[in-house]
């Protein structure tokens, strides 16, 4: 293999520098563009997409307080994966140059357990780079292993999509070139959620929030609290922050049944959300303070039963539901539903879509090339979705998508076993965003 990094020609950095899409024609005609060879090696490139398949690093969390979600998230992937591979209907509607693999080649997953912490994430992707030469990575559920991932994108040179991140850093303070996110965060939360809490309960209110010490859970809890305090008079009498992986919130809870609250605002996530809720309502505090989960877990739902979150209202990414509003989202509803026995929640979804817009980014771009793939995203092109057209802000990697409010049903109103959320409001997504230098955004280097 030669190493482009010392000796790259005078005619390619000519053509480099005027922009220019030359081609090389194969035998039949077909066209390949000239500078899919020629570019300088980096990261993984070109190593890692000259073979007949190309590697996909995921490390997901499988133990510890994020696992379901983990699991969860991990099915959408290899959903994705499998799609991507047959060339299947609902993928070419999203990345339509998409034919059988991307660019002609095999997608394929390896996996690690991450269990939510940065330094096993960081490590295991790693691994990946030397032992499978991954062209993409992924695979965050906590937003610290989100913004760890992020710098280490950034320095080795190799793209990574969010698995599911909340923090207004990861595309805000702690933003890379080479990092990219599809889901809703805190701010879009908070400015979706707020309107709908303000009607519902009136202005006023005092508010005790339950936040997870980390930086999803202090950026959740900022921007929700901004927003109410700011649009409904809002008063946070007590926070209650406890670490990663909590099983008794007794203390925490304790607080805040002295606090005088009337609405529990809880931003805890994973495990810690279900057992939370569950103690909450052993406690005595809930139904008669409101319930309010301003960035919903998949599967709180059905973890802490439908009578614990009959009324509550929380805001979310994607509800199978949606499928009655979206064509998209009914096709990948069936063939989630088909393959693994369920109803997907919002992490399989959000983790189908990246994968799937990773597929046409690289289909778009014609190359494997990062700095290549990354300026496709930053083009801003509108394209399908389950939740409807979307596009990128080239200025901070943020997907524009709408956000879904979401309200908790009774148990004798569910048409099904899975039935659990009614779809409130589906809020567009560009006017929920803050500017995109607001957060502190500066996206770095291509090479």
């Not at 995921?58 to 969860?72: F, L, S």
């Not at 269990?115 to 790693?126: E, I, L, T, Y």
């Not at 406890?242 to 005088?260: R, V």
């Not at 990354?374 to 990697?397: L, N």
Request: hydrophobic share 40%.
């Amino acid at each position: 293999m030669n190493d482009f990094r010392n000796g790259v020609s005078r005619r390619t950095l000519l053509q480099a520098g005027a922009g220019l899409a030359g081609a090389v024609v194969l035998p039949g005609g077909m066209a390949m563009p000239a500078w899919g060879a020629n570019e300088p090696a980096m990261g993984t490139w070109p190593a890692g997409s000259q073979g007949d398949t190309v590697n996909i690093g995921a490390a997901v969390p499988r133990t510890g307080a994020y696992a379901v979600q983990g699991e969860d998230e991990l099915k959408g992937m290899q959903l994705a994966v499998e799609h991507i591979n047959d060339g299947n209907p609902l993928i070419k509607k999203i990345a339509p140059k998409v034919t059988k693999g991307v660019l002609g080649k095999k997608v394929n997953l390896v996996v690690a357990d991450s269990g939510a912490k940065p330094n096993d994430a960081v490590q295991a992707q790693q691994r990946f780079i030397n032992d499978n030469k991954i062209v993409l990575m992924t695979g965050s559920t906590s937003s610290a292993v989100a913004v760890a991932l992020n710098k280490f994108a950034q320095r080795e040179h190799i793209l990574y999509v969010t698995g599911i991140s909340g923090s207004n850093d990861t595309t805000g303070k702690d933003c890379v070139r080479y990092g990219f996110r599809q889901n809703f965060y805190g701010e879009t939360a908070a400015n979706a959620i707020g309107p709908v809490l303000v009607k519902a309960y009136g202005k006023g209110k005092k508010a005790a929030f339950m936040t997870p010490d980390y930086t999803y859970g202090h950026t959740v809890t900022k921007s929700v609290n901004d927003y109410l305090t700011k649009n409904g008079g809002w008063t946070m009498v007590t926070n209650q922050v406890s670490p990663l992986g909590t099983s008794d919130f007794s203390q925490y809870l304790t607080n805040i049944a002295n606090s005088g609250a009337e609405v529990i605002i809880n931003v805890n996530w994973g495990r810690d959300a279900v057992l939370s809720v569950q103690q909450a309502k052993q406690f005595g505090l809930t139904p008669k303070m409101k319930m309010v989960i301003p960035y919903q877990i998949p599967f709180l739902a059905k973890e802490v039963g439908a009578a614990l979150t009959e009324g509550v209202y929380a805001a979310t990414d994607f509800w199978w539901t949606l499928e009655d509003k979206y064509p998209l989202a009914k096709m990948f509803v069936e063939a989630f539903d088909k393959k693994f026995g369920y109803k997907p929640e919002w992490g399989a979804n959000n983790s189908y879509m990246s994968f799937a817009i990773w597929a046409r980014m690289v289909s778009e771009a014609g190359t494997f090339y990062p700095p290549t793939v990354i300026k496709q995203y930053e083009k801003g092109e509108t394209f399908p979705s389950t939740v409807g057209d979307v596009h990128f802000r080239a200025e901070d990697h943020q997907l524009v998508r709408p956000v879904i409010i979401v309200k908790g049903k009774a148990p004798k109103d569910m048409k099904n076993k899975e039935d659990y959320w009614e779809v409130v409001e589906v809020v567009p997504g560009a006017p929920l965003m803050q500017k995109p230098d607001a957060f502190g955004c500066k996206l770095g280097d291509y090479t």
